[in-house]
């Protein structure tokens, strides 16, 4: 099983992902790729097309403020609501290798979204999770930490990433 993770600067992770209308024994495969990826390159959110398959499949396992383990695997998630408060944060990602981003996100955010058995689900989310689901859900529509950059700062990061890819 390929658990390659792709950089932001490969074309696949700058495509909006497809919707989910199958739930079958290729998502079942797709998660499990998506588990394996988390556990062999040791990350706590993945969104499938880091995996290079362009379908709107998230799975997240980390361990929150209250030291509670949050695992969730979100198909065709879809963020509702935001909180009007904001707060800065400090962004790593497998896709932009070597790199920390300071981006504003929501503290608080709603998802919709289908369980793998396709039921559909609500989560309210707070703090690192929050994070965690704006910064992945991001990845389903083509974006990334790098997005919230200033042109120039954001056309170093690519440049740098480009010249890892080459080596």
Same mark, same amino acid.
């Given at each position: 099983?390929?658990?390659?993770?792709?950089?932001?600067?490969?074309?696949?992770? %700058?495509?909006?992902?497809? #919707?989910?209308?199958?739930?079958?024994?290729?998502?079942? *495969?797709? =998660?499990? $790729? &998506?588990?394996?990826? $988390?556990?062999?390159? %040791?990350?706590?959110? &993945?969104?499938? =097309?880091?995996?290079? @398959?362009?379908? +709107?499949?998230?799975? @997240?396992?980390?361990?929150?403020?209250?030291?509670?383990?949050?695992?969730? !695997?979100? @198909?065709? #998630?879809? @963020?509702?609501?935001?909180?009007?408060?904001?707060? &800065?944060? /400090?962004?790593?990602?497998?896709?932009?290798?070597?790199?920390? =981003?300071?981006?504003?996100?929501? !503290?608080?955010?709603? !998802?919709?979204?289908?369980?793998?058995?396709? *039921?559909?689900? %609500?989560?309210?989310?707070?703090?690192?999770?929050?994070?965690?689901? %704006?910064?992945?859900?991001?990845? &389903?529509?083509?974006?990334?930490?790098?997005?919230?950059?200033?042109?120039?700062? /954001? +056309?170093? !990061?690519?440049?740098?990433?480009? /010249?890892?890819?080459? /080596?």
């Amino acid at each position: 099983m390929d658990t390659t993770i792709f950089s932001i600067v490969q074309p696949e992770m %700058q495509q909006p992902c497809q #919707p989910v209308t199958q739930f079958d024994e290729q998502l079942a *495969r797709d =998660i499990a $790729m &998506l588990h394996e990826a $988390m556990k062999t390159h %040791q990350e706590s959110a &993945l969104a499938a =097309i880091q995996l290079g @398959i362009p379908k +709107q499949i998230v799975a @997240i396992d980390i361990t929150d403020e209250q030291t509670r383990r949050q695992q969730f !695997v979100l @198909i065709n #998630p879809v @963020i509702v609501g935001y909180s009007e408060d904001t707060a &800065l944060f /400090k962004e790593q990602c497998p896709s932009l290798p070597d790199e920390t =981003i300071e981006t504003t996100r929501a !503290v608080a955010v709603k !998802v919709k979204y289908q369980d793998p058995q396709g *039921r559909h689900q %609500q989560l309210e989310a707070e703090g690192y999770l929050a994070v965690f689901l %704006q910064h992945t859900l991001d990845h &389903l529509h083509g974006r990334s930490p790098a997005s919230y950059l200033s042109p120039l700062k /954001k +056309q170093r !990061v690519l440049t740098r990433l480009k /010249k890892q890819l080459k /080596k």
